[in-house]
């Protein structure tokens, strides 16, 4: 808004000098002549200024005047007091507002895309999922041996709800929330690394191409390498709770889910002729629903669930399951995480 201002720019207007006239019933004729000091006393010629005398409504305009130009000391209005919860006091702003719902997803980090068949598309697990009731679920370490267990180890570890705040206040101190462009590494058929945060007020994302593979590749800014490696760093400290929080109480369990997906496609033997014992299908009826291009998928829930679980451990990547038609399957087994319910949750 733009001040006004008068005379002086103080935004007070000038008081006029009062004048005297007849209608004051003061008489100009009566008034005392100018008075003089002798010229060859070295004097000089002094005026005798009459006194002005204000009438009381004037007085009373000038000292209103006065006052109110004094209280804004001549320079505008004073600014307004900052108010407290907006002065840095308590947790500050941009706090993250957890969802209410207790066991709500917080913050995933997944991959997505890359050089994979869309069976593995498909059943990829996020890398770890933060919720509202203190679980942390994560893909624990696989072991190096072929063919590869047919279990995945999906491990679960409990926090409390102050940890969840933390965890989701350092997602958004390491720029899950920003919009500037992390550039194109020059690699080919890298995944990207999606950093997802549920506050109350809905879902945030941030994803980004080769995070971990660009590493020093080249190609990118100043810039666009420091707010990369603050998603990695992010990652790392998700990946490692019990470094990150300093507590061993974290230590990790095997997830058991409620449920369980099983993606199916023909089974056909491995190139190498690793011989495989056949293991009798104990889920649902094969082959299922489509869910991607030669493979389908169906669900498993309750004790059918834990006993696909029981049979998978005892199993690998390359162990051929019989159905009851006598038809033999390859199964990649995707447990499903508490916010998903089915095969169809696995196409987003």
């Known amino acids: 808004m733009t001040r006004r201002t008068d005379g002086d720019a103080t935004g007070c207007r000038q008081v006029p000098r009062h004048r005297r006239d007849a209608s004051d019933g003061w008489d100009p004729a009566g008034a005392p002549a100018a008075t003089a000091e002798p010229q060859d006393g070295g004097g000089r010629v002094l005026p005798v200024r009459p006194v002005t005398v204000l009438r009381p409504a004037g007085l009373t305009l000038a000292l209103l005047l006065l006052t109110a130009c004094a209280e804004s000391g001549g320079t505008g209005t004073a600014p307004a007091p900052v108010p407290e919860a907006e002065s840095g006091s308590g947790s500050g702003a941009g ?30 697990l996020p890398i770890v999922s933060v919720y509202g009731d203190g679980r942390v679920i994560t893909q624990g370490p696989v072991i190096a041996i072929y063919p590869a267990p047919a279990w995945p180890n999906v491990q679960v570890q409990q ?101 369980v997906a099983a993606l199916a496609r023909p089974w056909s033997a491995p190139a190498d002729d690793t011989e495989q014992p056949e293991l009798t299908w104990p889920g649902p009826e094969l082959p299922g629903e489509p869910i991607a291009p030669g493979v389908t998928c169906v669900t498993a829930t309750g004790e ?37 319910s089915g095969c169809a949750d696995l196409t987003g």
């Open 304 to 340: 059918e669930a834990r006993a696909l679980a029981e049979a998978a451990r005892g199993a690998t990547t390359l162990t051929p399951w019989v159905g009851a038609d006598g038809a033999r399957w390859s199964i990649t087994f995707r447990p499903l995480l508490p916010e998903e």
């Open 159 to 259: 926090a409390d709800r102050s940890t969840v705040q933390e965890l989701a206040e350092r997602a958004l101190a390491a720029g899950i929330d920003q919009t500037a462009d992390l550039g194109s590494p020059p690699l080919a058929d890298a995944p990207s690394t999606r950093f997802t945060l549920v506050t109350d007020d809905g879902p945030i994302t941030r994803e980004v191409y080769a995070l971990q593979e660009a590493e020093g590749a080249g190609g990118l800014t100043a810039e666009q390498e420091a707010a990369r490696a603050q998603l990695r760093d992010l990652l790392a400290d998700l990946t490692d709770l019990t470094a990150t929080l300093g507590d061993d109480d974290a230590a990790p369990a095997p997830y058991e889910p409620a449920a």
């Open 95 to 124: 706090a993250v507002v957890l969802p209410e719902a207790e066991d709500a997803l917080v913050l995933q980090v997944e991959q997505t895309g890359g050089f994979v068949t869309p069976e593995m598309l498909a059943g990829r």
